[in-house]
T-cell receptor, first 115, second 112 residues
Framework: EAGVAQSPRYKIIEKRQSVAFWCNPISGHATLYWYQQILGQGPKLLIQFQNNGVVDDSQLPKDRFSAERLKGVDSTLKIQPAKLEDSAVYLC?????????????FGPGTRLTVL | GQNIDQPTEMTATEGAIVQINCTYQTSGFNGLFWYQQHAGEAPTFLSYNVLDGLEEKGRFSSFLSRSKGYSYLLLKELQMKDSASYLCAVRDRGNAGNMLTFGGGTRLMVKP
């Protein structure tokens, strides 16, 4: 079974530029999550989708971050404009069901460096 | 919200046993997860506890006490490959979607 795919793996941009990350979850997984993991810290949930609807985006900085999950499969996370403090690894995860014991499977992440 | 505490770093010797503690505060506890994360890699699932007691899975065991807001991950017969960060994560049914809140992680270094 293929895992969660993410691209790009690495991205270096200058502050105030825009960047987008892509995630393809495990086939059949209805729930998709985007996390931000700053070096030395645990992952912090940014947004959770159930199919193509947003379940929770309370920790998403909506003035600069946006995310969508068209057709309930792939998802993109965008930052516009980027700030220095956005330097982090952006992890995408998916799980089969929401609301039950549902192990989250993580992708390899995109390491973003903002200069 | 939740508050999750775990030690930042631990060091242990190959072949030994190490216990990584996690304490949490949450109003609607609905499960605790342990994940392993090697440097530069994605977290991988280790264990899940929702009821009090010990869950054993090979060299790894996880314990939960809901009344104390406490869990530990026990690693036996340590191997060099166990050097990684170990993340404690709590699910709260009060949050939409039963989202997970992660602790900061415990970086374990296994020495020969």
């Amino acid at each position: 079974e293929a895992g969660v795919a993410q691209s790009p793996r690495y991205k270096i941009i200058e502050k105030r530029q825009s960047v987008a990350f892509w995630c393809n979850p495990i086939s059949g997984h209805a729930t998709l999550y985007w996390y931000q993991q700053i070096l030395g810290q645990g992952p912090k949930l940014l947004i959770q989708f159930q199919n193509n609807g947003v379940v929770d985006d309370s920790q998403l900085p909506k003035d600069r971050f946006s995310a969508e999950r068209l057709k309930g499969v792939d998802s993109t996370l965008k930052i516009q404009p980027a700030k220095l403090e956005d330097s982090a690894v952006y992890l995408c995860a998916s799980s089969f069901r929401r609301g039950t014991y549902n192990e989250q499977f993580f992708g390899p992440g995109t390491r973003l460096t903002v200069l | 919200g939740q508050n999750i505490d775990q030690p930042t770093e631990m060091t242990a010797t190959e072949g030994a046993i190490v216990q990584i503690n996690c304490t949490y505060q949450t109003s609607g506890f609905n499960g605790l997860f342990w994940y392993q994360q090697h440097a530069g890699e994605a977290p991988t699932f280790l264990s899940y506890n929702v009821l009090d007691g010990l869950e054993e899975k090979g060299r790894f065991s996880s314990f939960l006490s809901r009344s104390k807001g406490y869990s530990y991950l026990l690693l036996k017969e340590l191997q060099m490959k166990d050097s990684a960060s170990y993340l404690c994560a709590v699910r709260d049914r009060g949050n939409a979607g039963n989202m997970l809140t992660f602790g900061g992680g415990t970086r374990l270094m296994v020495k020969p």
